[in-house]
């Protein structure tokens, strides 16, 4: 079965940038959307975007001009970048699948990883 | 902008039903929307539940349902049991390629 498996560093100095990656095992990057997904500690989640495995991506337009996404194939993960991180970017980091390549697709993020903590602090 | 409503809590009885609801703070939610819907136990990562307004993930008990109630999305848990006491997430597409979540609904069972 498809799984999902966030990795990157657990701490990130206010300005810096955050990094991480999504390992995909079990099946093809390749045919799919892919989000990363975000919670902040006691709160809700947010999309932060998604990627195509083409490399086409869609960002949340709040978060626009720090985020950028990319896939690659040949090791079958995909990446986050954010920059200038503040404290309100301190969150538990989700990466699912979007199944949504059309209209009889699910349109839902049917496959989750763990979650991976991120804490901006100095 | 779109903006995801959710009732912020609810209770229910063991045994009893309840309805869920994902509105849009303009407008009224429609299949264009595709219409989500995601169960998250503290320290766990979002469980799929429904997809397509009322199509049932693989494993989710039959006890949950979806439809559109009105202008909303709706989930309805009829026979609820004590694990059902989660957090509930909707999820509606926002325009853009951009999927939007709901607050949150923390449902308890007692």
């Known amino acids: 079965q498809v799984q999902l498996q966030e990795s990157g560093p657990g701490l990130v100095k206010p300005s810096e940038t955050l990094s991480l990656t999504c390992s995909v095992s079990g099946d093809s990057i390749t045919g799919y959307y892919w989000s990363w997904i975000r919670q902040p500690a006691g709160k809700g989640l947010e999309c932060i975007g998604r990627i195509y495995s083409s490399g086409s991506a869609d960002y949340k337009p709040s978060l626009k001009s720090r985020v950028t996404m990319s896939v690659d194939t040949s090791k079958n993960h995909f990446s986050l970048r954010l920059t200038s991180v503040t404290a309100a970017d301190t969150a538990v980091y989700y990466c699912?699948?979007?199944?949504?390549?059309?209209?009889?697709?699910?349109?839902?993020?049917?496959?989750w990883g763990r979650g991976t903590v991120v804490t901006v602090s100095s | 902008q779109t903006v995801v409503t959710q009732e912020p809590s609810f209770s229910v009885s063991p045994g009893g039903t309840v309805t869920l609801t994902c509105g849009l703070s303009?407008?009224?939610?429609?299949?264009?929307?595709?219409p989500s819907w995601y169960q998250q136990t503290p320290g766990q990562a979002p469980r799929t539940l429904m997809y397509r307004i009322n199509i049932r993930s693989s494993g989710v008990p039959g006890r949950f349902s979806g439809s559109i109630l009105g202008n909303k999305a709706a989930l309805t848990i009829t026979g609820a049991q004590a694990d059902d006491e989660s957090d509930y997430y909707c999820a509606l597409y926002g325009g853009g390629g951009i999927w939007v979540f709901g607050g949150g609904t923390k449902l308890t069972v007692l």
């Open positions: 699912a699948r979007l199944a949504a390549t059309g209209p009889s697709d699910k349109n839902a993020f049917d496959i």
């Open positions: 303009s407008g009224s939610v429609s299949t264009s929307h595709h």
